[in-house]
């Protein structure tokens, strides 16, 4: 299958190692740098480069795009190429605002393509393990989640995605960046989300244009309710080294589970369900869950919903409602941190 990828920055270079890996053959790719496009055709055989990304969906043998641009880019760049009959993948959040969203949904079913947005943190092996305890009920049903995100804006960083920095261009700030991945792992985890409100602090990396840092109150349509905090001055060796930090607890009625970690981790669960400690006693215990390529995982599920025409678990239509709620905070923000209400 003949993909081009559009974008070939940090997270491009990434998708496409792992088209690589699933025997995609890389027939283009788009860059207004041509240097970066460059860099990337080297590695691939019968690879054409070009900075307009409309040379490439002409080719009528380009079967699948993959978008990997400035979130501001993601809705006109997509309708382009599902008006042109390609399959797309695009890079979280599918797009600036929901208008655009219905407008892409809307080119996906009229050239009865595949949409489907690169949320690679929900085929974490580490997180569709704490779904399947929390579905088994080991701790019962959740009543408390605790989800925080940690990163820091090294120069690095921001050398090689300067748009980030820029409100519009990035539709926000660490909270769609961070909070739409964290938003659909808890979807996916715990259940659907009714409402949602949020504060943000006062900023203290001045170059960014929007929240560097902030915490959103989340309300599941179970009764569940949750914080979620997304920073971008979480400092320490960890994040001055490049990595973030990711933990997510969650309390129930039976016990808890705590998992640390991205593409893998440590899950760490105490319980008091009767099956399992018939004799009135607890469970604590610890797994290991080995660390897996979650690039890889999204981009072979992407192939494979192609091939059979299955609907792809981030589909365009679910992740919808994710920005739905990222919105609301923005929303909430705004309004001092009142309650909104998802429809």
Not at 42 to 52: G, K
Request: with cysteine; aromatic share 4%.
């Amino acid at each position: 299958m003949k993909v081009a990828i559009i974008g070939c920055g940090w997270a491009g270079i990434r998708h496409v190692r792992a088209f690589a890996d699933c025997g995609a053959e890389l027939a283009w790719a788009v860059d207004t740098d041509k240097q970066r496009a460059e860099q990337i055709g080297r590695t691939q055989s019968n690879c054409r480069i070009t900075a307009d990304y409309r040379q490439a969906i002409a080719d009528p043998d380009l079967a699948a795009v993959d978008i990997c641009l400035p979130h501001d880019l993601h809705a006109p760049v997509s309708i382009d190429c599902l008006d042109a009959g390609k399959h797309v993948l695009v890079e979280k959040p599918i797009a600036a605002s929901l208008e655009e969203v219905e407008a892409m949904i809307a080119a996906a079913e009229k050239a009865g393509v595949v949409l489907m947005v690169a949320e690679n943190e929900v085929y974490s092996p580490l997180y569709r393990k704490v779904r399947d305890l929390i579905a088994g009920g080991i701790i019962g049903k959740p009543a408390l989640v605790q989800m925080i995100r940690g990163a820091y804006a090294t120069e690095d960083y921001k050398q090689n995605r300067p748009w980030f920095l820029d409100s519009k261009r990035a539709a926000g700030g660490m909270m769609m960046s961070g909070g739409i991945h964290d938003v659909e792992k808890l979807r996916m985890i715990i259940g659907e989300i009714s409402a949602v409100q949020a504060v943000q602090a006062p900023r203290r990396a001045q170059e960014m244009g929007a929240d560097d840092t902030a915490v959103a109150v989340l309300r599941f349509e179970n009764g569940a309710i949750g914080t979620m905090i997304q920073s971008n001055i979480y400092k320490s060796a960890i994040t001055a080294a490049g990595e973030e930090i990711h933990r997510l607890r969650i309390d129930g009625e039976l016990g808890s589970i705590e998992a640390v970690g991205t593409h893998g981790g440590r899950i760490r669960i105490f319980s008091e369900k009767a099956d399992i400690v018939p004799d009135g006693s607890y469970l604590e215990r610890e797994i290991i869950v080995p660390q897996e390529d979650t690039f890889h995982l999204e981009i072979a599920h992407f192939l494979d919903c192609l091939e059979s025409g299955q609907m792809p678990a981030t589909a365009g239509s679910r992740m919808r409602r994710s920005l739905e709620i990222i919105l609301g905070a923005y929303r909430s923000m705004a309004q001092g941190g009142t309650r909104v209400n998802l429809d």
